[in-house]
């Protein structure tokens, strides 16, 4: 038996190669022949062909972000989140062993057969929203790492210490332009956010509305508020621009649109849709939800502070780079364009205690671990020096 497989985490650091790994593991031990696609943060390797997609007897996604799915059609199908790929690669394995994987075809929206009741089904929704938002997640990412870097280096090599407002860098300092480029990077994050959970729901026809639809929720302005709608502005701006978009996709249109259709009609009419539902009913509803919660924020003081910081350090440990994780992980950083780094230095700090606490663990007893886990412990501890829970 052949199988094919693909696996992808929003970071595309760990998880994926994780899954990958596990997945090969399980095959051999059962005797099965398979190659594992990983979609990861350095793109797509070991690029699965159309002879081996083919040939293979069965599919296997372990992702969690959105896969293009097209290619597979016609083949029995398992479609589940990283983690499962991690921890229950064998399962995944037997599903098509045993045929109970139905068969994906591309032009219907219900394809797994593990979907024939309700409770399935709810799973699936909500497994399909968590890889619409980790898509746009994965894509924020980056933004925020060099954004967060660039300040954090010209406030530590730059900064003079202020009476009233702490620390800051002189407009004359060589290390301004890094603040400048640093805040540029961070204000792409909510319409990077936005856009690539559209295109994670209606493919490339979604990216310019959900942009423009993120732009609106982070700009006040249009909308009369103070304060713009932040990361809760941006997730609902990216969900109703990929909807409308898919909707308007599946409109059918004369012969001679049909090419002008992804390029021209969706966008457009898309963008301003979102547009107008943002600026003339939910923006500033959805801005005074996010300024009282930042403002909740910024009012806690002593131990309010500490009961906070233990509740977002448990959630970035809880599963190291899952659900829970990348909650408290995106509550952080999207805080950040506010102007409140306080709940992000909380995370960063939670984020490198486990890898950096197992990699020393395997450099001072090395007696209680077996050689591949002491391997594992020194690149868990240089990747927690850089903030990858998952190491």
């Not at 690539?196 to 732009?215: E, F, H, Q, R, T």
């Not at 941006?234 to 621009?241: D, E, K, M, T």
């Not at 970035?316 to 952080?332: R, S, T």
């Amino acid at each position: 038996m052949k199988i094919v497989a693909v696996t992808s985490c929003p970071n595309g650091i760990a998880h994926t190669y994780m899954a990958q790994e596990k997945l090969e593991q399980a095959a051999q031990e059962l005797g099965i022949d398979i190659k594992v696609e990983t979609q990861g943060g350095v793109g797509v390797e070991n690029r699965l062909s159309a002879k081996e997609i083919a040939e293979a007897d069965g599919v296997i996604i372990a992702a969690d972000r959105q896969v293009d799915l097209s290619r597979f059609d016609g083949k029995r199908l398992v479609n589940e989140n990283v983690r499962a790929g991690i921890h229950h690669p064998k399962d995944l394995i037997e599903r098509i062993q045993q045929k109970k994987a139905s068969v994906y075809h591309s032009d219907t929206e219900q394809n797994e057969s593990t979907a024939s009741n309700e409770d399935d089904r709810q799973h699936k929704g909500i497994q399909h929203v968590y890889q619409h938002l980790m898509n746009g997640v994965s894509f924020m990412v980056p933004f925020i790492v060099v954004g967060g870097l660039l300040i954090a280096i010209a406030l530590s090599l730059g900064g003079e210490k202020t009476a009233t407002q702490g620390i800051v860098i002189p407009d004359d300092s060589f290390w301004k332009p890094f603040e400048k480029i640093g805040a540029l990077a961070f204000s792409f994050m909510v319409p990077i956010l936005a856009g690539y959970i559209a295109m994670s729901i209606a493919d490339k026809p979604g990216l310019v509305p959900g942009m423009i639809g993120g732009a609106i929720a982070a700009d006040g302005s249009f909308y009369g508020s103070d304060a713009g709608a932040g990361f809760l502005g941006g997730i609902v701006a990216g969900f109703l621009a990929g909807y409308i978009a898919k909707w308007i996709k599946q409109v059918k249109v004369p012969k001679a649109m049909a090419p002008i259709m992804p390029i021209i009609i969706i966008p457009i009419i898309s963008s301003i849709i979102v547009g107008l539902i943002f600026i003339y009913v939910i923006g500033a509803p959805i801005a005074g939800v996010f300024a009282g919660l930042t403002a909740w924020l910024k009012g806690m003081q002593g131990a309010n502070i500490v009961i906070l910081a233990m509740i977002i350090g448990a959630m970035i440990a809880f599963d190291m780079g899952g659900p829970v994780n990348k909650v408290a992980f995106l509550f952080g950083s999207a805080l950040i364009a506010e102007g409140n780094y306080s709940v992000m230095g909380m995370v960063a700090v939670a984020v490198c205690t486990p890898p950096i606490g197992l990699g020393i663990a395997t450099f001072i007893n090395r007696r209680k671990f077996n050689y591949n886990e002491i391997e594992m412990g020194k690149a868990s501890f240089t990747m927690g020096l850089f903030g990858i829970t998952e190491g």
